[in-house]
Structures are given as structure tokens and as C-alpha cells.
């Protein structure tokens, strides 16, 4: 694919180049004339801006026209360009045999070679927050040249993305008219760290907690800004649980496509050459277009990062290729805490969804007194990686977008049904044809189960064509390969684990050949030298106890307990109690005399997180003075976590009796929506079997097998005379397969394929047949 050139800012590029750039514009006027045949586009057409985003601009001709030359600048609004601060964000070259930057002008965009084309492409990345409305400007050379405009398709105005208090976030206006399908993959770049935000960072316990979200349609909303935190939401926003979250998520049927899902890391911040940064793939369609997650700050009161309602359509009626986004905390309203460490302290009433700022509260680690923009934490980067079934986009595929599909793409969609539960594909056979002709080769798949018989599952067996073997010269048979995609997260989240990544073949041998080049690469990689070995499981850490000194030089505590102890029996190494320096306000001699403190309370909940707390009495007569020292103490207590129970879906309708008279059954199956965890209830039964009776048998019947076996016989033997007048033969019926189950409710099928078709017929009858039935339905 095309390589992207991220180049140095124009300062570094080159000394005094303003004087050049300013004849340059001033050259090319700017004129207002109408050239509809040549467009400057960013991708997605956004009337604004998000600071520090990174946008595709392409700049094109539409049929028959064309440009051999071009320039492209961005602007500030109401500037001339005759300093280097006129100049709005920075370009980055995709193509360098397309495009450069220009030698004395290095703000400015430019063609590498004068030539026809019709189509170029840059990156844009978005100046930082505070800089005003923008203006992109082109310049086309053809058999003339077409100036600078202030207006109309070579220009393209966007201004900066505002989020207040009160406003909601930005929702998609129209329906998407994408055609087809996306697969995406999501990657969590996490920047929160003591050196980016320094002021009062937790040391020890700093993390993000597990990622949650999903690709979704517009009816349903995960968080925005302006609306309120559900109970999944504030259950990860103050604890970091996901479990009640993905609970509401998959409860939004339809609405929702794809689950999305990452593991949280501890710490929050490593270098990417220790561990990879999260990432997880996930689909859109024309109806579920929308794609929304949240992760937590932690120790936090009630912070999260993340998207909201996120569209990947775009309205060309494609499917956005790039989006990268930085992000800033934001507070779910449900706690009233100012500093990551503070006391539980629930907002009463619950407030809405709102960005933090530098200006919320002096003890904010985000303070700033001057209300400066805050340092996003985190950047997140949603990279399409594969489409499917038929494109509807207006604006025509570039090489990349074709290239990045080939792999994945399938001969027709995947309808699978949701109850018909299948193996893998099995590799592709060798080619039918054995010389230089056209064949087919074939691939199968077993049906496991069929959750549901009213519900008919699709085919078995696929079949594509093929060239036999020697058609083509020795390069017929090498195969191209992509670029290796981005290593995947290593499998432990402590200590060594492996990482994976992955390529595709781009171009099969002609010749029908498998490709042996590896698709596949793996190594080892550590995350957390120091962390807690992976075979010793341990809660995270408690609050740290008040100071043991009520002024002056004291000490302060604070507790985790052991979950799992290694398999071995060995000890666990992990340190459960830490103990550290606190100071309180200078001592002065105050009249208090203080009973030592009680006991810790029980904890206020039998699992999860709760409180406790403790007291102690005032000994000093009143008349001595007041005191105004504490009499209670509260502090966070941690228990193993609540169990969750097994969620089943509601069953399904009993399905037909499988004798036509006498004495049947009928069966009926759910599934498992939740699997239980922590120690919840398992799940109950999911098949279920009750006896029928259709009508009683009369004395033909009595000859049972024999009559219905005739029948069988008569019924195949019409088919047969059917499948030779419409032009082709069929071999009988194979044998029925094993039980996929020995209880509880199985499959079993048994096919009939066409033994030869006359390439005239289009008759059903000439179609493979399959047949299914139950079997071994006795629970287990």
C-alpha cells in the first residue's frame, strides 16, 4: 500500500520561506470563477473541526476532466499568508510519487512530477484547540491555471468543534445510505502519565479500567453529553465494572451489532514496545452505523474517556476509511469529587454528562488558572479494515480501498441465522480441473446444532472457480502478500506473554497453487516487569486510612487482599499492605481530649464495594473550648465481587410432533444470553422435550414402516423423473450423519447432490438438497 510521510513542522523544513508564500498567493488572486469540474474534499464533509484530528483530503476531477498540476494550502481565517502563523495545522504527504511539499513554500502542498491525474490525497491534521475557523484552499493547473478562490468547490471552510456544558453530543443528522458492510478495528492509546499530568498523579494505582461499547443504530443512546449516566454507566464510571454495562448493551436487541470489549491496564501508561495498545474489531451496517464506548480514569471519582455515537458513514453512502480522535476526560455526574483520590461523595441529584475544564476546581489535577485547553489523556484510532457485499459509495474506491478488501471479501453476504451453529470452513480444495482449463474447487463447514428448527440454515458447502495447474509462466505462481497489520495486545496483562499479528494474501498464484508464504508471525512480549505475577490474583487497592496523627508527622495504611493464591501452593509475592509518611496542619496546643478510635465497622455490603467507618468521643469538658477535630471516620471496603446468575433468552416455540399419528414428542430450546460469574447460579436447562399426540393410527398405519418407507420410494422417484426432464441427475439421498449430540437435543442431515447438470437448466429441482432432524432429544 501507500506509504504516509509524517514530516517534520514547516519551521524545521525551512528557514525564511514566508516571503515565497506570500508571492505565491498573491500571484493567483483570488478569484471567484466556477470550476465544478475539479472538487476539494475532506472526507465526511464536516463543518467542523476536533483540535489535533486528523482528516483525508482529496482533491479531484470529474470525468472527463483532469489537472496536471495543483496547490494546497489551509489558512487561518482572515489571514494572507504572509506569516508562518497564517498557516492552520499540518499536511502529511500519503504518496510521495504524487505529491510534496513544496521546496520554498513548505506549509504548501504540491504535485512531485507535472503530469495528467485525476485524483490526489493528503493527510490534514487539525490545528490545536483555539484556532478559529480554518479555510483549505487549492490552486489547479491544467492547460491554465485556476487561481485560489475564496469560495466555491476548491475551497472548503471548516471551524473548531465546541462542546458545552448544555449541549449534547454531536449526533449523525441524516440516515446512513451505505450499502453492504464494515469491519473496523478500535485501538485505546492511553496518555495519561506522570509526565503529562504531573500534578497529583496516582503513583501506585493509576489505570484504565476495562473497555466497554458497541456498534449500534440511532435508536440507542450509551452516553452524551448533556444527558444522564444509567446505572451501567455509573457502575463503570466510579468502580470500573463493565459487567452491568455490557448487561444493558446486550439487552438493546437489534439496536446493537457488535459488543466491543478490551481489557484493562494496569498501569495506565507503558511504553508500546512493553505492551501493545488495546484494540478490538468490530462491524457496522446501513442500521447499526454508530459506534460508542467509554473506559474509566482510575483512582478517579467518576471519570471516563471515550466515544459517543461516533458515525461511519459518510455521505458519499461509503464507509469512513480513518478516524482519529484525542480525547479529555469527562465527568459522569454522579460523584462530586474534585481530585482522583477524593471520598466517595455522591451528587445528589444526579447531574448531567459534562467534558471537564481547567477552570472546575482548584484542587483539580486538571486546574489551570489561566482556563487553558486540558492535555488530552488518550487518543483513539477506528481504521476500517475490510468491507463486504455490494459498495454504494458515489465517490469512486482508491487503490487503498480496493486493496484493503480483497482478502476479506466473500462471494455473497454471510446471512447465517443466529440459531444455526456452525463449524469453521474447512481449506479450499485442489482445483477440479487437472490441465490449463477452468474449474471449481470446493470448501465445507458442519452444522453443529440448529437452535431453532422452524429457522431453515443455510448451506453447507461453497464452491468458487478455478484454473487448473500450468496456465501461466513461473510468476503465475507466486502470491502477493499485504502489509503486516498491527501486532495484537500480548496475552497476559503481567509479566511474558505472546503477541500475535497477521497479513492476507493480496493475489492468489493463477495457476490455482496454494500461497506458502506465512500469514501469520507470533513472539514473546512482557508487560510490567514489576507487576503482580499472573499465577496470583489480588483485589486492587483500598483506600489509604486517615492519618494516624490528627497534626504534624503521622503514617497512613492501606490494604488489598490475596483473590487466588498461586496454583502450587507457593506464597503469593505480592505486596497486600503499604504504608507511607502523611502530614496534617501544624500542632497547636487546642483543648481537646479524644478517646482513641473504635473498631472498623463490618462493611456496609456482603460483596463488591462498600463503607465503613469508626468513631471516637470527645473526653474534654466543653467549657474547655470547642474541638473541631473528627469524631467519624468513613473509608471504601473491597469484598470478593457479587456473584452474577445465568441469563437465559425466553424459550423458544415448541416445535412440530415428529410422528404424523400416534404417540410423538415436540421439543424447545433458549439459549444463554450471560454466562454466570463469581460464583452465580449455572445455568438452567436450554432443551426441553414433551410428548404429543396427533390422532390415533389406523390399521394402514399399522403396516408403519414399510408404508411410509413406500411412500419415501414413490416421492423419490418423482423427483427423480422431474430432475431428468429439467436437464440433470441426481444421486439419492446419503446417509444420515451422526448425532452432534448424545443428549440434550442434536442434529443430524444427509445431503442430494446433483450427479450432472446441462448448463441450460435453471430448475430448482437441479440444486444440492439437504434434510435435517432431530435426534438423541432426551435430556441429559
Given at each position: 500500500g501507500a506509504t504516509v510521510c509524517v514530516c517534520a513542522e514547516p519551521s524545521e523544513r525551512a528557514g525564511k520561506?514566508?516571503?515565497?508564500?506570500?508571492?505565491?498567493?498573491?500571484?493567483?488572486?483570488?478569484?471567484?470563477?466556477?470550476?465544478?469540474?475539479?472538487?476539494?474534499?475532506?472526507?465526511?464533509?464536516?463543518?467542523?473541526?476536533?483540535?489535533?484530528?486528523?482528516?483525508?483530503?482529496?482533491?479531484?476531477?470529474?470525468?472527463?476532466?483532469?489537472?496536471?498540476?495543483?496547490?494546497?494550502?489551509?489558512?487561518?481565517?482572515?489571514?494572507?499568508?504572509?506569516?508562518?502563523?497564517?498557516?492552520?495545522?499540518?499536511?502529511?504527504?500519503?504518496?510521495?510519487?504524487?505529491?510534496?511539499?513544496?521546496?520554498?513554500?513548505?506549509?504548501?502542498?504540491?504535485?512531485?512530477?507535472?503530469?495528467?491525474?485525476?485524483?490526489?490525497?493528503?493527510?490534514?491534521?487539525?490545528?490545536?484547540s483555539s484556532s478559529g475557523c480554518v479555510t483549505l484552499k487549492a490552486s489547479i493547473v491544467q492547460k491554465r491555471i485556476i487561481y485560489f478562490q475564496d469560495e466555491g468547490s476548491l475551497t472548503k471552510r471548516m471551524c473548531e468543534k465546541e462542546s458545552l456544558y448544555g449541549e449534547t453530543t454531536e449526533k449523525p443528522l441524516l440516515d446512513c445510505c451505505a450499502c453492504g458492510t464494515a469491519k473496523y478495528r478500535v485501538t485505546f492509546y492511553g496518555n495519561w502519565s506522570e509526565k503529562v499530568h504531573p500534578k497529583d498523579y496516582p503513583r501506585r494505582a493509576n489505570h484504565w479500567s476495562a473497555i466497554i461499547g458497541a456498534s449500534h443504530s440511532k435508536n440507542y443512546v450509551l452516553w452524551e453529553y448533556g444527558g444522564y449516566a444509567s446505572e451501567g454507566i455509573k457502575k463503570v464510571a466510579e468502580l470500573g465494572s463493565p459487567v452491568s454495562m455490557e448487561e444493558e448493551i446486550r439487552q438493546k436487541g437489534d439496536d446493537v451489532l457488535t459488543v466491543i470489549k478490551m481489557k484493562a491496564q494496569w498501569p495506565a501508561w507503558q511504553p508500546l514496545n512493553v505492551r501493545a495498545a488495546p484494540s478490538a474489531e468490530f462491524s457496522v451496517d446501513r442500521t447499526r452505523h454508530l459506534m460508542s464506548f467509554l473506559t474509566m480514569l482510575g483512582p478517579s471519582p467518576d471519570w471516563n474517556v471515550g466515544l459517543s455515537a461516533e458515525d461511519?458513514?459518510?455521505?458519499?453512502?461509503?464507509?469512513?476509511?480513518?478516524?482519529?480522535?484525542?480525547?479529555?476526560?469527562?465527568?459522569?455526574?454522579?460523584?462530586?469529587?474534585?481530585?482522583?483520590?477524593?471520598?466517595?461523595?455522591?451528587?445528589?441529584?444526579?447531574?448531567?454528562?459534562?467534558?471537564?475544564?481547567?477552570l472546575d476546581h482548584p484542587q483539580s489535577p486538571f486546574y489551570d488558572p489561566e482556563g487553558g485547553a486540558i492535555t488530552p489523556v488518550a487518543r483513539v484510532v477506528v481504521e476500517r479494515i475490510a468491507r463486504k457485499g455490494e459498495q454504494c459509495n458515489v465517490v469512486p474506491d482508491n487503490v487503498d480501498d480496493i486493496v484493503a478488501d480483497i482478502a476479506q471479501e466473500e462471494k455473497e453476504e454471510d446471512d447465517t441465522p443466529e440459531t444455526c451453529i456452525y463449524s469453521n470452513w474447512s481449506p479450499w480444495s485442489a482445483c477440479s480441473s487437472a490441465t490449463c482449463d477452468k474449474g471449481k474447487r470446493m470448501r465445507q463447514r458442519m452444522l453443529k446444532a440448529q437452535l431453532d428448527l422452524s429457522v431453515p440454515c443455510p448451506h453447507t458447502q461453497d464452491f468458487e472457480p478455478c484454473m487448473g495447474p500450468g496456465c501461466s509462466d513461473e510468476e503465475g505462481s507466486t502470491c502477493t502478500m499485504s502489509e503486516w497489520i498491527t501486532w495484537s495486545p500480548c496475552s497476559m496483562s503481567c509479566g511474558?506473554?505472546?503477541?500475535?499479528?497477521?497479513?492476507?494474501?493480496?493475489?492468489?498464484?493463477?495457476?490455482?497453487?496454494?500461497?506458502?508464504?506465512?500469514?501469520?508471525?507470533?513472539?514473546?512480549?512482557?508487560?510490567?516487569?514489576?507487576?503482580?505475577?499472573?499465577?496470583?490474583?489480588?483485589?486492587?487497592?483500598?483506600?489509604?486510612?486517615?492519618?494516624?496523627?490528627?497534626?504534624?508527622?503521622?503514617?497512613?495504611?492501606?490494604?488489598?487482599?490475596?483473590?487466588?493464591?498461586?496454583?502450587?501452593?507457593?506464597?503469593?509475592?505480592?505486596?497486600?499492605?503499604?504504608?507511607?509518611?502523611?502530614?496534617?496542619?501544624?500542632?497547636?496546643?487546642?483543648?481537646?481530649?479524644?478517646?482513641?478510635?473504635?473498631?472498623?465497622?463490618?462493611?456496609?455490603?456482603?460483596?463488591?464495594?462498600?463503607?465503613?467507618?469508626?468513631?471516637?468521643?470527645?473526653?474534654?469538658?466543653?467549657?474547655?473550648?470547642?474541638?473541631?477535630?473528627?469524631?467519624?471516620?468513613?473509608?471504601?471496603?473491597?469484598?470478593?465481587?457479587?456473584?452474577?446468575?445465568?441469563?437465559?433468552?425466553?424459550?423458544?416455540?415448541?416445535?412440530?410432533?415428529?410422528?404424523?399419528?400416534?404417540?410423538?414428542?415436540?421439543?424447545?430450546?433458549?439459549?444463554?444470553?450471560?454466562?454466570?460469574?463469581?460464583?452465580?447460579?449455572?445455568?438452567?436447562?436450554?432443551?426441553?422435550?414433551?410428548?404429543?399426540?396427533?390422532?390415533?393410527?389406523?390399521?394402514?398405519?399399522?403396516?408403519?414402516?414399510?408404508?411410509?418407507?413406500?411412500?419415501?420410494?414413490?416421492?423419490?422417484?418423482?423427483?427423480?423423473?422431474?430432475?431428468?426432464?429439467?436437464?440433470?441427475?441426481?444421486?439419492?439421498?446419503?446417509?444420515?450423519?451422526?448425532?452432534?449430540?448424545l443428549c440434550g437435543g442434536g442434529i443430524q442431515e444427509r445431503l442430494m447432490t446433483a450427479k450432472k447438470r446441462l448448463k441450460s437448466t435453471q430448475l430448482p429441482s437441479c440444486k444440492d438438497r439437504k434434510e435435517i432432524r432431530a435426534c438423541n432429544v432426551y435430556p441429559c
Open positions: 520561506s514566508d516571503g515565497y508564500c506570500s508571492r505565491i498567493l498573491r500571484a493567483q488572486g483570488t478569484r471567484n470563477e466556477g470550476y465544478n469540474e475539479f472538487r476539494l474534499r475532506v472526507e465526511g464533509d464536516p463543518e467542523n473541526y476536533q483540535p489535533g484530528s486528523t482528516y483525508r483530503v482529496t482533491l479531484y476531477a470529474s470525468s472527463p476532466a483532469y489537472f496536471r498540476g495543483f496547490t494546497l494550502i489551509a489558512l487561518k481565517e482572515g489571514r494572507e499568508g504572509d506569516k508562518e502563523e497564517d498557516y492552520a495545522g499540518n499536511f502529511q504527504i500519503i504518496d510521495e510519487e504524487d505529491t510534496q511539499f513544496m521546496i520554498n513554500c513548505p506549509s504548501a502542498v504540491t504535485e512531485s512530477t507535472p503530469r495528467r491525474r485525476t485524483r490526489i490525497q493528503v493527510f490534514w491534521t487539525a490545528p490545536p461511519l458513514c459518510t455521505k458519499e453512502c461509503g464507509w469512513a476509511q480513518r478516524v482519529v480522535q484525542d480525547m479529555i476526560p469527562w465527568d459522569a455526574g454522579t460523584d462530586n469529587g474534585v481530585t482522583y483520590e477524593s471520598p466517595n461523595k455522591p451528587t445528589v441529584p444526579q447531574e448531567k454528562i459534562r467534558p471537564l475544564t481547567s511474558m506473554g505472546l503477541r500475535s499479528r497477521e497479513r492476507y494474501v493480496k493475489q492468489f498464484p493463477d495457476d490455482g497453487s496454494v500461497c506458502t508464504l506465512p500469514t501469520e508471525e507470533n513472539e514473546k512480549c512482557i508487560v510490567n516487569e514489576e507487576c503482580t505475577p499472573n499465577s496470583c490474583l489480588v483485589t486492587e487497592w483500598g483506600e489509604w486510612d486517615s492519618c494516624s496523627a490528627t497534626c504534624g508527622l503521622g503514617m497512613k495504611r492501606r490494604e488489598r487482599m490475596v483473590k487466588m493464591p498461586p496454583p502450587d501452593g507457593s506464597i503469593c509475592g505480592a505486596e497486600v499492605l503499604e504504608v507511607e509518611k502523611c502530614m496534617m496542619p501544624e500542632c497547636h496546643t487546642i483543648p481537646c481530649m479524644l478517646s482513641p478510635w473504635s473498631d472498623w465497622s463490618d462493611c456496609s455490603v456482603t460483596c463488591g464495594k462498600g463503607m465503613r467507618t469508626r468513631q471516637r468521643v470527645l473526653k474534654s469538658p466543653v467549657e474547655l473550648g470547642e474541638c473541631i477535630e473528627d469524631l467519624e471516620q468513613v473509608e471504601k471496603c473491597m469484598l470478593p465481587e457479587c456473584p452474577t446468575d445465568c441469563m437465559v433468552s425466553e424459550w423458544t416455540e415448541w416445535s412440530e410432533c415428529n410422528k404424523s399419528c400416534g404417540k410423538g414428542h415436540m421439543i424447545r430450546t433458549r439459549i444463554v444470553k450471560l454466562e454466570p460469574q463469581f460464583g452465580g447460579d449455572s445455568c438452567p436447562e436450554t432443551v426441553q422435550r414433551k410428548k404429543c399426540k396427533i390422532r390415533k393410527c389406523n390399521r394402514d398405519d399399522g403396516q408403519g414402516q414399510v408404508n411410509s418407507d413406500e411412500k419415501k420410494r414413490r416421492k423419490e422417484a418423482r423427483e427423480k423423473r422431474r430432475s431428468k426432464q429439467g436437464g440433470c441427475k441426481m444421486r439419492p439421498w446419503s446417509s444420515w450423519t451422526d448425532c452432534t449430540k
